[in-house]
């Protein structure tokens, strides 16, 4: 089992930057690729960027060259760094696991609102 726990969401003015935070813990090993996704009221989840255990990213197009992810296995944190917020970010995000078996692990979400 993988427990994540978000952290780092809030409200912010169009314009501005948040710093999502993901801790995991639990079966560690057995983590592969890790990502973030989002969900806005009425919408279904969408992939926003997830990471490699070497480190290969990739992003929706609707966050490329303003968000960032990262991660950090010696510490068992997964980032994101959002800068250029708009409304349209608004959602809540979840921190996801991949373990090397498939099977996928889920936060319990932090809500992103951006006022315009």
């Known amino acids: 089992q993988v427990q994540l726990v978000e952290s780092g969401g809030g409200l912010v003015q169009a314009g501005g930057s948040l710093r999502l935070s993901c801790a995991a813990s639990?079966?560690?090993?057995?983590?592969?690729?890790m990502g973030w996704y989002r969900q806005a009221p009425g919408k279904q989840r969408e992939l926003v960027a997830v990471?490699?255990?070497?480190?290969?990213?990739n992003y929706a197009d609707s966050v490329k060259g303003r968000f960032t992810i990262s991660r950090d296995n010696t510490k068992n944190t997964l980032s994101l760094q959002m800068n250029s917020l708009n409304p349209e970010d608004t959602a809540v995000y979840y921190c996801?696991?991949?373990?090397?078996?498939?099977?996928?692990?889920w936060g319990q979400g932090t809500q992103v609102t951006v006022s315009s």
């Open positions: 996801n696991a991949e373990s090397i078996w498939g099977r996928p692990y």
């Open positions: 639990g079966s560690i090993f057995s983590i592969n690729r």
């Open positions: 990471i490699t255990q070497s480190g290969s990213t």
